[in-house]
């Protein structure tokens, strides 16, 4: 995922081994950002599954569990799912900040695959 170097600085990444893996995802990540002052916010986590496997997780009138497919291949899929909306004023900086982490999130082009 491609983020400002400014803004890189206050995001933590964590392995998440979690109830996705029960689902079949075969890896998952949870971003969190470190606002200027006060405690760490998730941010967002990403999913790595069998595109054939998430696509059995999605029904019509749901919200995904996890997240929005947002880029495929070779059979596999990054699926991430954020925050609805900042918990941050958005005239501050840490405001700002994450109004730019929102845009990256959902913007296929902001991933890439390693390998």
Do not use: C, H
Request: glycine content about 6%; overall charge negative; charged content about 25%.
């Amino acid at each position: 995922m491609k983020v400002p170097a400014d803004i890189a600085e206050r995001i933590a990444v964590q392995d998440q081994p979690v109830d996705a893996a029960k689902s079949g995802a075969v890896a998952i990540v949870t971003l969190s950002y470190q606002p200027m002052k006060g405690e760490e916010a998730w941010f967002m986590t990403a999913y790595y599954f069998n595109e054939k496997v998430l696509d059995k997780t999605i029904f019509p009138d749901e919200v995904p569990p996890y997240g929005f497919k947002l880029i495929t291949r070779d059979g596999m899929a990054l699926s991430v799912i954020g925050p609805q909306e900042s918990i941050f004023d958005p005239n501050t900086q840490d405001g700002k900040n994450f109004a730019k982490l929102y845009d990256i999130l959902y913007d296929a082009a902001s991933y890439r695959f390693i390998g």
